[in-house]
């Protein structure tokens, strides 16, 4: 069956550090991959999305995430964290019939 | 949030009433979709629409109704509303179905059955 794992469930950083954030998935054929970022009380904004081509993508807030298709995997990165990027983090992979979601990263950032 | 308004925001409610919680959308587009989020679970799609009185179940459909008699409205009913339905509901939109299509997300309704 298809699924989207995110091992994290909470995740502590301090501010300028450095992030990455897992996500695998398992399904036969490469699906498109996306990331959304959900702070307190709000709906999901995505953060980027890779559809195909190169294989490293780069969205906004300064988020970037690589596709890795030998691992399964599609990882979100950010070089140096800012204090706003504390939210919940959802993978998510569409496989052209489906739409799933992983079970989300929590973000704290400290001073 | 892309001009999407669910509501209400809140609602409190008592177990075995009907509840019935509105997605409205400015962006004419086609699909809509209804998830629940609870901890530990992320989001799973409730039902989906690929367009005026065409509806389909998601993963979590047991207990749930839609309706959309208009593009820009997609309803979800609570028959008679649970405990197991205490829950964040959001409502998402995409101009075309699945594959390549990014799906938009309301604020949520947060629902509370006791």
């Known amino acids: 069956a298809q699924s989207v794992t995110q091992p994290d469930i909470h995740i502590t950083v301090s501010e300028g550090a450095s992030l990455e954030l897992r996500c695998n998935y398992s399904y036969g054929a490469t699906p498109y991959l996306f990331w959304y970022v959900q702070s307190p009380g709000q709906g999901l904004q995505l953060l980027l999305k890779?559809?195909?081509?190169?294989?490293l993508v780069q969205g906004i807030k300064g988020f970037e995430a690589e596709f890795k298709r030998s691992q399964s995997s599609f990882n979100l990165r950010k070089p140096s964290v800012h204090w706003s990027d504390a939210a919940e983090y959802f993978c998510a992979v569409d496989t052209g019939n489906q739409f799933y979601f992983g079970t989300g990263t929590s973000l704290t950032v400290i001073p | 949030d892309a001009g999407i308004t669910q509501s209400p925001r809140h609602k409190v409610t008592e177990t075995g009433t009907p509840v019935t919680l509105r997605c409205h959308q400015t962006e004419n587009h086609r699909y809509m979709y209804w998830y629940r989020q609870d901890p530990g679970h992320g989001l799973r799609l409730i039902h989906y629409?690929?367009?005026?009185?065409?509806?389909d179940k998601g993963e979590v459909s047991d207990g749930y109704s839609v309706s959309r008699s208009k593009t820009e409205d997609f309803l979800l009913t609570l028959e008679s509303a649970t405990s197991s339905q205490t829950s964040v509901y959001f409502c998402?939109?995409?101009?075309?179905?699945?594959?390549?299509?990014?799906?938009?997300f309301g604020a949520g309704t947060r629902l509370s059955v006791l």
């Open positions: 629409s690929y367009g005026v009185k065409d509806t």
């Open positions: 890779y559809f195909s081509g190169d294989t």
């Open positions: 998402a939109i995409s101009e075309g179905g699945l594959a390549k299509n990014i799906q938009y």
